[in-house]
């Protein structure tokens, strides 16, 4: 049982340059979500996710694109990067039951945009 | 709407000193609250949680109350060892959504 994985781990863009990163989790979880963690900020959510084939926009979406085609994968897409996407990113997960709402985190993604 | 307010850091103590991180929210009804914690290099997990006024939840020597009177959920630890060196976040689901708003994090670092 892997929990919840994060591929790559570490990734230097140039300005303009695109990417995915991969989010996979092992527990069916109906719901995913993706953060970025900036120094001062604490988490902040960028996009999430209730349940296959289904996305929603979190607190800071502009620049990045969603998918869940399947329901263990969570893909964050940069169609363009910019040094602001200069940050850590972290995919978390949960169960749909309300009483069972801990977030189960991925390891992280560094990521620089040059 | 809801909103987490946590300490600044970072907090530096001297093994087995006493540890305190407030915390204080707002929320719409009474929701359940965490704290997560980080370890360097590493993705957050969950420390501990309480789901209703006046639980108190415990971990790893951490201890922290549910406070409905003062919306409060302090972490407390009586005697922090370098291991607990680590950033420690405060959050709560918010209401009638799917999401999670996280304090900004407390950095921790306890010397030898």
């Known amino acids: 049982n892997a929990g919840v994985t994060q591929t790559p781990k570490f990734r230097v863009l140039k300005t303009g340059q695109s990417m995915t990163l991969l989010c996979a989790q092992d527990m069916n979880h109906e719901y995913m979500y993706w953060y970025r963690q900036d120094p001062g900020m604490g988490l902040r959510l960028i996009h999430y996710?209730?349940?296959?084939?289904?996305?929603a926009k979190g607190e800071v979406p502009d620049g990045y694109n969603v998918s869940r085609l399947k329901k263990q994968n969570f893909l964050l897409g940069l169609e363009s990067a910019a040094p602001s996407q200069t940050s850590v990113y972290f995919c978390a997960s949960r169960e749909r039951l309300a009483g069972a709402n801990e977030q189960f985190f991925g390891p992280g993604t560094r990521l620089t945009v040059l | 709407g809801d909103s987490v307010t946590q300490m600044e850091g970072p907090v530096t103590l001297s093994e087995e000193a006493f540890l305190t991180i407030n915390c204080t929210y707002t929320?719409?009804?009474?929701?359940?609250l965490f704290w997560y914690v980080q370890y360097p290099g590493e993705g957050l997990q969950l420390l501990l949680k309480a789901t209703k006024a006046d639980d108190k939840g415990s971990n790893k020597g951490f201890e922290a109350t549910y406070r409905k009177e003062t919306t409060s959920f302090h972490l407390e630890k009586g005697s922090v060892q370098v291991s607990d060196s680590a950033v420690y976040f405060c959050a709560l689901p918010t209401s009638g959504t799917y999401k999670y708003i996280f304090g900004t994090g407390t950095r921790l670092k306890v010397l030898a």
């Open positions: 929320a719409t009804g009474y929701p359940s």
């Open positions: 996710s209730v349940g296959e084939g289904t996305t």
